[in-house]
Structure formats: structure tokens, C-alpha cells
């Protein structure tokens, strides 16, 4: 295993404390101007989001409307909230958005498809790269803002669900992801920058509280403060 990485993992609290761990329960208010330009201005503020550990699955439930959503890679659900049934489902989610380019809106199910794989895989990481199903290198030290970073490039898996397959994570000095680049497929395959800050223990184990995505310029700066692509706001997590 590649020594960057297990430093890493050691910082985020070790395997032994999350694999007690079943779901991931969150209050999040999550806003930026990709919602707006996909037609769906703050449609998860004040949301409570619960993500499984041990499978691909999420579920979206908006504080004040009258629907919830569940996410599997290949199937997108929203039911209604007073009796459970069922409003409307897509199959195989991905394939919705051939064509699609970062002007494109979204339909509802399209948007709860990828708010839902997206925050599995950063409520996840870094402890699914342990699997040596992800290909792990360590790339040159990248400094931002006077501050040396370590980077290691991530090569996902093909049955995870996520922006696209290869990914750069950027870790400080004291074993913290606090950069993470990628190329959001769906969205264009524009490529952002996003910043992880505000880290809190829970139970043992270490969550970023707050995320800034902004636009990825082609010499690997980033295009920031503004426009402040996407946003997440932890106002409360528990682990269960």
C-alpha cells in the first residue's frame, strides 16, 4: 500500500472505526450556481442526506418538501413523503445525459442522480481506496497559496459511480484531503477544483464540514473565490 495512503487513512480515524460504521446521517444546506444552471435553485438546502457505507445507495430527504429520493447506481426513486409511493424512477441514470453539455438543465431525477452519487463518494473517501480495486500513484508536490501539498492520483474502479474514473486528492501536512480535482462528466467534463475545510471528529473519525467547488483552469489553478460553482454545508452529521 502506497505510504502516503496510510498515513491518510491514519489521520481519518483508521479502517477498524469505519467499518463499524453502517450510515452516514447528515443536515446539509448545499447551494452554488450549478444549481441554477441546471434549473434547480436551492433544491437541497436544508436536506437531510443519509449515505451507506457498505453499498452505493443514498437517500435525499428535503426538509421542507413533500417528496424523498433513493439512489442505486442504476436506478434513481422519488416517492412521496406521506405514504411512500412512488413518484416517478429512472433507470440507468447515466445514459439520461448523452448529449448533455454544462448549459444543459437537468430534470429533477437527473439532479438527485448526481447530488446522490457525488456525496456517497465524498462521505466515503478516502476509506474506499484501501479496496485494491483503486489504483493509487503519488504524484509532484503541488504548492497553492504557499503551501505544500502532496497529491495522489486515484484510479476508480468501473462499478463505482462517480465524476470520472481518474482523480487527484491533495493532502497537507497533517494527512488531510483538502483539494480534490476531477473532471464532472456529466456536467461537460468541466474540470473543478474542490476545496474541503473546517475538519471535525466524530465518533473517532474525521469529516470536512464545509466544500467549495470552483472552476479548474487548464495550469491547475483554480478559479476562486468566485463563481463558487457548488457548496456544502455540514450543519449536522451522525454516525450509526
Request: proline share 4%.
Amino acid at each position: 500500500m502506497n505510504d502516503l495512503l496510510k498515513n491518510i487513512i491514519k489521520t481519518y480515524g483508521e479502517m477498524e472505526l469505519w467499518n463499524a460504521v453502517d450510515r452516514i446521517t447528515v443536515v446539509a444546506n448545499i447551494d452554488g450556481i450549478n444549481w441554477q444552471k441546471k434549473g434547480h435553485p436551492g433544491l437541497f438546502n436544508n436536506t437531510q442526506i443519509e449515505i451507506h457505507t457498505k453499498a452505493q445507495f443514498v437517500r435525499y430527504i428535503p426538509i421542507d418538501k413533500n417528496w424523498y429520493s433513493t439512489y442505486e447506481p442504476n436506478l434513481v426513486r422519488i416517492f412521496n413523503r406521506e405514504n411512500n409511493t412512488l413518484i416517478e424512477e429512472l433507470y440507468h441514470p447515466r445514459q439520461s445525459f448523452t448529449g448533455f453539455d454544462r448549459d444543459s438543465k437537468w430534470t429533477l431525477l437527473q439532479a438527485v442522480y448526481f447530488g446522490s452519487y457525488a456525496m456517497w463518494n465524498y462521505f466515503n473517501i478516502p476509506f474506499i481506496f484501501m479496496s485494491k480495486d483503486y489504483n493509487i500513484k503519488e504524484l509532484d508536490i503541488w504548492s497553492e497559496e504557499g503551501i505544500h501539498l502532496r497529491r495522489i492520483q486515484v484510479t476508480f474502479p468501473d462499478y463505482i459511480t462517480t465524476h470520472n474514473k481518474q482523480q487527484i486528492f491533495y493532502i497537507n501536512e497533517n494527512g488531510l484531503i483538502v483539494r480534490h480535482d476531477y473532471n464532472a462528466e456529466i456536467m461537460g467534463k468541466g474540470g473543478a477544483a474542490h476545496y474541503l475545510n473546517d475538519y471535525t471528529e466524530i465518533d473517532g473519525l474525521m469529516f470536512p464540514m464545509k466544500r467549495r467547488v470552483f472552476k479548474r483552469l487548464d495550469d491547475n489553478t483554480s478559479l476562486k473565490p468566485e463563481p463558487l460553482l457548488i457548496s456544502i454545508d455540514i450543519n449536522d452529521l451522525m454516525l450509526k
